[in-house]
Nanobody, 124 residues
Framework: EVQLVESGGGLVQAGGSLRLSCAAS????????MAWFRQAPGKERIFVGG????????NYADSLSGRFEISRDNNKETLVLQMNNLKPEDTAVYYC?????????????????WGQGTQVTVSS
């Protein structure tokens, strides 16, 4: 059974940091390009950033201005999103996702596997 399980979300004040993790199982993690998406209430799910199967990249949505960093540990089958200088507009449910393509895609429909999401709330 394929599983992507996000953790690390929570409530943080503006300017603070959070580190999200995504634990993968049930598929060959190091053959998959991985990404983070987020979805705010009433809005569509959008691309945060992604990293290729071999760790190349990563690339990010332009709006993040260097505040977020994605990494992966293929030995531990884990994807990480380090978020710094958080802003209230970063409030959303954050999802990890996996696809078989060689590079990250900003399109949700390109991803085969999805986690259940973890809530991040940034207070002003």
């Amino acid at each position: 059974e394929v599983q992507l399980v996000e953790s690390g979300g929570g409530l943080v004040q503006a300017g603070g940091s959070l580190r999200l993790s995504c634990a993968a199982s049930g598929f060959t993690f190091d053959h998959y390009t991985m990404a983070w998406f987020r979805q705010a209430p009433g809005k569509e799910r959008i691309f945060v950033g992604g990293i290729s199967w071999d760790g190349n990249g990563p690339n990010y949505a332009d709006s993040l201005s260097g505040r977020f960093e994605i990494s992966r540990d293929n030995n531990k089958e884990t994807l990480v999103l380090q978020m710094n200088n958080l802003k209230p507009e970063d409030t959303a449910v954050y999802y990890c996702a996996g696809r078989t393509g060689r590079t990250p895609s900003p399109q949700t429909y390109d991803y085969r596997y999805w986690g259940q999401g973890t809530q991040v709330t940034v207070s002003s």
